[in-house]
T-cell receptor, first 114, second 113 residues
Framework: KQEVTQIPAALSVPEGENLVLNCSFTDSAIYNLQWFRQDPGKGLTSLLLIQSSQREQTSGRLNASLDKSSGRSTLYIAASQPGDSATYLCAVGIVETSGSRLTFGEGTQLTVNP | DGGITQSPKYLFRKEGQNVTLSCEQNLNHDAMYWYRQDPGQGLRLIYYSQIVNDFQKGDIAEGYSVSREKKESFPLTVTSAQKNPTAFYLC????????????FGDGTRLSIL
């Protein structure tokens, strides 16, 4: 059974710092890996999606990498801002006989202090 | 704008009562999903549907039921058999291509009276 782990569970940094969030998964048979952002009491917003054949994706100050063979992904946030404060969730996409689905990690709660 | 609408935003359940959470999408997506989120935790899959009139159990289906009679609607019923229903429930849909992200609604928070 696929398991996804995110480290750290919580992170507090001063504004302007560069930071890295980590995600690991146990089964490399994935078709993509996705990073989402969740604000308190809200749904999820997609940040980056990396296909299984890709190594990284970038969007603005965000860069996500994928090493499928070692079961790891990182989300790099450059020059953090207070508006980046949220929970960040990693999810891997898998295909089963009954269809496709995502398996989520427990998230990293990020606080960026002004 | 296209999107996913979940209602109500807050819901209270009495002991022994069944309650139904609504999820409607106008994105023309075939695949839809229901997740449960407990405080400080990630999302766990309850049920999912790849096409109308078909659905599959996820990891924590016990105490829940769904229907998929229309493409745009995927309601979730929390039955009295679910002994610990207090949680945040999220509905999502997925575009046709596998390598496109899921879209999420804003969730329903269910509490026990």
């Amino acid at each position: 059974k696929q398991e996804v782990t995110q480290i750290p569970a919580a992170l507090s940094v001063p504004e302007g710092e560069n930071l890295v969030l980590n995600c690991s998964f146990t089964d490399s048979a994935i078709y993509n890996l996705q990073w989402f952002r969740q604000d308190p009491g809200k749904g999820l917003t997609s940040l980056l999606l990396i296909q299984s054949s890709q190594r990284e994706q970038t969007s603005g100050r965000l860069n996500a990498s994928l090493d499928k063979s070692s079961g790891r992904s990182t989300l790099y946030i450059a020059a953090s801002q207070p508006g980046d404060s949220a929970t960040y969730l990693c999810a891997v996409g898998i295909v089963e006989t009954s269809g496709s689905r995502l398996t989520f990690g427990e998230g990293t709660q990020l606080t960026v202090n002004p | 704008d296209g999107g996913i609408t979940q209602s109500p935003k807050y819901l209270f359940r009495k002991e022994g009562q069944n309650v139904t959470l609504s999820c409607e999408q106008n994105l023309n997506h075939d695949a839809m999903y229901w997740y449960r989120q407990d405080p400080g935790q990630g999302l766990r899959l309850i049920y999912y549907s790849q096409i109308v009139n078909d659905f599959q159990k996820g990891d924590i289906a016990e105490g829940y039921s769904v229907s998929r009679e229309k493409k745009e609607s995927f309601p979730l019923t929390v039955t009295s058999a679910q002994k610990n229903p207090t949680a945040f429930y999220l509905c999502a849909s997925r575009p046709p291509l596998l390598n496109q992200p899921q879209h999420f609604g804003d969730g329903t928070r269910l509490s026990i009276l």
